[in-house]
Each structure stands twice: as structure tokens, then as C-alpha cells.
């Protein structure tokens, strides 16, 4: 079972950053790929950004490129989502999910609220 652990969410104004912090407790981080989604209520879960295994293929959603980054630190067993030039449109509760490479199970994580005020 892996669990993950999302933290670094909370209230900012427009135009400003948070950066989004998911600990996966599996031994074996390196073996997992790793990707942000969001949902608001009454809305199906978006993708946000996603970030191979290896780190070597990043995608983005339309909405956030350029302003959002994605990246992965194996030593921490942690991936990252730094969000910049924040909009009230990007207030959402951001959830980190993980899947193994080879595998069909995705984990996720309890989810971290953005509220972004105009």
C-alpha cells in the first residue's frame, strides 16, 4: 500500500505562488510516475501536470503552462508542483496521485485546498 502525504496548500492573492509539496511512502520512488490533478465542486477532477519516473517526460495542462512547474526529488521520495502567477480560477483542491511503471493501480492523496482571491 503506498500512502501520499500533500501539504503547502492554503490562501493567496492573485498573481502570487504556493508551492505543493507529495511524499510518497513507497521504497521504491524512483519506480513511480507521478502527476497533480484538481477539482473543484461539481466538477470532474482536471489534470494539472504529471512527471515520468524518471523525470525525463513532463506534461501540462493548457491552463497552467508556464506558470506552473512540476519536478521530483528522489532523495525526499517527494514531487513538487510551484505554481506562479496564481489566478482565481486556479482555487481548487489539488491532489497528488502516483502509479507504478508497468502498473494499472493509481494511488492518491487526500488532497490540498488552493483558494486563490481576486
Known amino acids: 500500500q503506498v500512502t501520499l502525504v500533500e501539504s503547502g496548500g492554503g490562501l493567496v492573492q492573485a498573481g502570487g505562488s504556493v508551492r505543493l509539496s507529495c511524499t510518497n511512502s513507497a521504497p521504491t520512488f524512483s519506480n513511480y510516475n507521478m502527476a497533480w490533478y484538481r477539482q473543484t465542486p461539481g466538477k470532474d477532477r482536471e489534470f494539472v501536470a504529471s512527471i515520468s519516473y524518471g523525470g525525463g517526460t513532463i506534461k501540462y495542462a493548457d491552463s497552467v503552462k508556464g506558470r506552473f512547474t512540476i519536478s521530483r526529488d528522489g532523495a525526499k521520495s517527494t514531487v513538487y508542483l510551484q505554481m506562479n502567477s496564481l489566478k482565481p480560477e486556479d482555487t481548487a483542491t489539488y491532489y497528488c496521485?502516483?502509479?507504478?511503471?508497468?502498473?494499472?493501480?493509481?494511488?492518491w492523496g487526500q488532497g490540498t485546498q488552493v483558494t486563490v482571491s481576486s
Open positions: 496521485t502516483a502509479r507504478r511503471r508497468f502498473a494499472t493501480v493509481d494511488y
